[in-house]
């Protein structure tokens, strides 16, 4: 079984601009979580979706958004961009909502100059 | 709000050597997750516990978890090289209302094992 696929893997953007990044989940997994990884601030939570809505929402500005289509394959999308947001992305993907066990994919590399 | 720490935050170890990696949180919560991370990879899934005095074993590695402490540990038997990583441990977060929920994790234990 293929597991969770995110594209791009790295990008490098200049602050201001906005970044959409997209998450492919296990097959059959209905919810995808976003993390964001720094290294001051760690593993942080961003939101969950399932079945096309967001069911769970972390601390972060509403310039962090995402959506989620009817395949559960999901975006998230950055907009004017700050160089505090370079980061690692990762997104996870579960069976069920909030609580199941997640599984991750390979992050995308985000470079904010 | 619930607070996840893990200690140490770094651990250098030799082969053949045991250790422990403590997980302490903040607020009652009913479910902990292990993670393994290496260099530039994601994160695996190691260990889910889901009850008071659980204990799950993988090779060398043994997960516990005492809800009523708060405290889970990640013990490490006669390590080696390819141990080397960091680990994670998780706690589920529901907000007072019950509405909203998030994985919280600790800031995670790189491991290093020399020959």
């Known amino acids: 079984k293929a597991g969770v696929t995110q594209t791009p893997r790295y990008l490098i953007k200049t602050r201001g601009q906005q970044v959409t990044l997209s998450c492919s989940p296990i097959?059959?997994?209905?919810?995808v979580s976003w993390y964001q990884q720094t290294p001051g601030q760690g593993l942080q939570f961003l939101f969950e979706?399932?079945?096309?809505?967001?069911?769970n929402k972390g601390n972060f500005p509403g310039r962090f958004s995402g959506r989620q289509f009817s395949n559960s394959r999901s975006e998230m999308n950055v907009s004017t961009l700050e160089l505090g947001d370079s980061a690692l992305y990762l997104c996870?993907?579960?069976?069920?909502?909030?609580?199941?066990?997640?599984?991750f994919g390979p992050g995308t590399r985000l470079t904010v100059l | 709000e619930l607070k996840v720490e893990q200690n140490p935050l770094f651990l250098s170890m030799q082969e053949g050597k045991n250790y422990t990696i403590y997980c302490n949180y903040s607020?009652?919560?009913?479910?902990l997750y292990w993670y393994r991370q290496d260099p530039g990879k994601s994160l695996e899934s190691l260990f889910v516990?889901?009850?008071?005095?659980a204990v799950k074993q993988e090779g060398r590695l043994m997960a516990s978890l005492d809800t009523k402490a708060r405290l889970s540990t990640l013990h490490i038997t006669a390590a080696v090289h390819d141990l080397s990583a960091t680990y994670f441990c998780?706690?589920?977060?529901?907000?007072?209302?019950?509405?909203?929920?998030?994985?919280?994790f600790g800031k995670g234990t790189l491991l290093t094992v020399n020959p």
């Open positions: 996870a993907s579960s069976l069920a909502l909030a609580g199941d066990t997640q599984y």
């Open positions: 998780a706690v589920d977060n529901w907000d007072s209302g019950g509405s909203n929920y998030k994985l919280t």
């Open positions: 607020t009652t919560s009913d479910r």
């Open positions: 516990l889901l009850s008071n005095g």
């Open positions: 979706y399932f079945s096309e809505t967001q069911r």
């Open positions: 097959s059959g997994h209905r919810s």
